[in-house]
């Protein structure tokens, strides 16, 4: 009769550092695996690890997802199925009896949209059977803002790890263990749409049911009630802006967003004057398109209405089919018809195509692109340089040029705003600032990637933005 041989688990017989690291992997697994877009990329970064590291722990995302199994299996841990009771039941008739917790057409078509959020807030106590608080990113991403919920919870949270109004998923991991060092009695549920992060619940103690199901929900309503209440963008502004600033504000996408084969996340730092600044992007069934301009008018209203103008045409000729030429032919005409010499644009406009690997761009006014290849290289974007768009008498014809990108790949682009960032002690920012940030994340996604250069170039000098500092950064997947 053989020797029984004793049963080893998962992950047993590691060194210890091995041990930490492997922890370190299944502890961010649970923030960002709630996202089922979420990819291995983004959990190398959120867990500080590098993509190879990852990959000799955890082959792929599914053998990710069975050690949390195993390690809760171990533990005893199990969902509770049990709802606590409140005295105040009203907000249940949202929820659907057998499936979702809360639905989102439900909150649309019964609850006024500036009462949304107190009745997400109620909600969720119903099912948590404790006190929540519902958080939102202001418009800089310097803090979270409480949106809803009991005046026990700090009214703000510093420094989130966020693009503008939404928190970088990867950031969420090291951002709970500073929450918890604020509010040690309390756990946060993210509230997630489409990959993005844009907003926090954070509830006192642990919830007797999980709150996931209401965050996903109240997110897709948050958003969509957006267009029907000034109540989320009131609450994010933390000092009044100017008419110029609400009109840049609003002509930018999410920050952070997938696309095939690859991530996108962009940026804006806003000066004290603005100065026209915005960039773009979207997936087509052609290609994502990605854009990044800044107006050269002398900034304020009139930097704001140029961008705006280009921004529409640049938008309408691509909702007309037309390529990267013939769209950049469209923005040059609508800046020469407004009539003023002095207005020009200088500008990115691109494509990536992922089947290929291959980006795709047109460069006007000396607008500034760096590739970070994944083994370290940096270098300018290059390619044929055109004049800014709108500038000299006569229309520009434009000439694409091309390169293909591989894996771990990051395309950079800025505006002037941060290579021309002055430094405390002299001197500017510059292509070597913006290279020293992207090295500082060597395996970083886009967003992670995005935060450690604006970061960077907040920090290099006390002064206020002379320019407002602008990019969009591509990783390819």
Same mark, same amino acid.
């Given at each position: ?7 080893v ?8 550092d ?12 649970r923030?960002?695996?709630?996202d ?6 983004? #959990?190398?970064?959120? *867990? ?9 722990? +955890? ?11 195993? =390690?809760?299996? /171990? ?14 039941r ?7 009896? @057998?499936?979702l ?13 500036? #009462? ?18 519902l ?16 005046e026990?919870f700090?009214a ?12 970088v ?5 090291? +951002?709970?263990m ?8 309390? =756990? ?14 954070? /509830? ?10 209401? *965050? ?27 008419? %110029? ?8 996408p999410?920050?952070? *967003? ?9 940026g #804006?730092?806003? %000066? ?5 600044? !915005?960039?773009?992007f979207?997936?087509?069934r ?6 990044? *301009? ?9 930097? &704001? ?23 950049a032919?469209?923005?040059?005409? #609508?800046?020469?018809?407004?009539g ?6 200088? &500008? ?12 795709? !761009? ?23 340089? @055109? ?7 006569? /229309? %520009?014809? +434009? ?38 940030a ?13 935060m ?5 170039? &907040? ?9 407002d ?9």
């Amino acid at each position: 009769m053989g020797t029984s041989q004793p049963i080893v688990h998962e992950g047993e017989g590691l060194r210890s550092d091995a041990r930490a690291t492997r922890a370190k992997i299944i502890a961010a697994a649970r923030t960002l695996l709630d996202d089922r877009r979420a990819s291995m990329v983004q #959990l190398a970064a959120a *867990a500080g690890v590098g993509r190879a590291t990852l990959y000799r722990h +955890f082959g792929d995302r599914a053998a990710v997802l069975a050690a949390i199994e195993a =390690e809760d299996a /171990a533990s005893g841990a199990a969902p509770s199925e049990v709802i606590a009771t409140l005295p105040h039941r009203a907000p249940g008739r949202l929820g659907s009896p @057998h499936a979702l917790t809360l639905e989102v057409t439900h909150i649309l078509d019964e609850v006024p949209p500036h #009462l949304i959020a107190d009745q997400l807030v109620a909600e969720a106590r119903r099912v948590a059977g404790v006190a929540i608080g519902l958080y939102v990113v202001d418009i800089d991403g310097s803090q979270l803002v409480r949106l809803a919920g009991s005046e026990d919870f700090p009214a703000e949270l510093e420094a989130p790890p966020a693009l503008g109004p939404e928190i970088v998923p990867e950031g969420l991991p090291e +951002f709970y263990m500073r929450l918890r060092e604020i509010l040690p009695r309390c =756990e946060a549920t993210p509230l997630w749409l489409r990959g993005r992060v844009l907003g926090l619940l954070v /509830a006192v103690g642990t919830p007797v049911a999980s709150l996931e199901d209401i *965050a996903k929900q109240g997110a897709a309503a948050l958003e969509l009630a957006d267009d029907y209440t000034d109540l989320v963008e009131s609450a994010r502004r933390r000092k009044p802006t100017t008419a %110029s600033a609400e009109v840049q504000y609003h002509l930018l996408p999410p920050r952070i *967003a997938r696309v095939t084969g690859a991530q996108l996340a962009g940026g #804006l730092l806003p %000066s004290y004057e603005v100065g026209g600044d !915005w960039f773009d992007f979207v997936e087509n069934r052609d290609a994502a398109w990605i854009a990044i *301009a800044e107006a050269a008018t002398g900034g304020g209203p009139h930097a &704001a209405g140029l961008g705006a103008a280009a921004l529409g045409a640049l938008r309408a000729a691509r909702r007309a089919g037309q390529d990267l030429p013939e769209a950049a032919a469209s923005v040059d005409a #609508l800046v020469r018809e407004l009539g003023k010499s002095s207005y020009t644009l200088r &500008a990115v406009l691109a494509r990536w195509h992922a089947p290929t690997g291959t980006l795709a !761009w047109i460069a006007c006014g000396g607008a500034e692109g760096f590739i970070a290849e994944a083994a370290g290289a940096f270098a300018p974007l290059g390619g044929r340089e @055109h004049r800014a768009l709108g500038e000299g008498k006569r /229309a %520009s014809s +434009f000439e694409v040029s091309s390169l293909r990108l591989e894996t771990g790949d990051r395309l950079v682009l800025v505006t002037d705003g941060i290579t021309g960032r002055h430094l405390r002690g002299g001197g500017t920012f510059g292509a070597e600032g913006v290279e020293a940030a992207v090295a500082a994340v060597p395996s970083g996604t886009a967003a992670t990637t995005a935060m450690s250069i604006q970061h960077a170039v &907040a920090e290099s000098w006390a002064e206020p933005l002379e320019d407002d500092a602008t990019l969009v950064v591509l990783s390819v997947d």
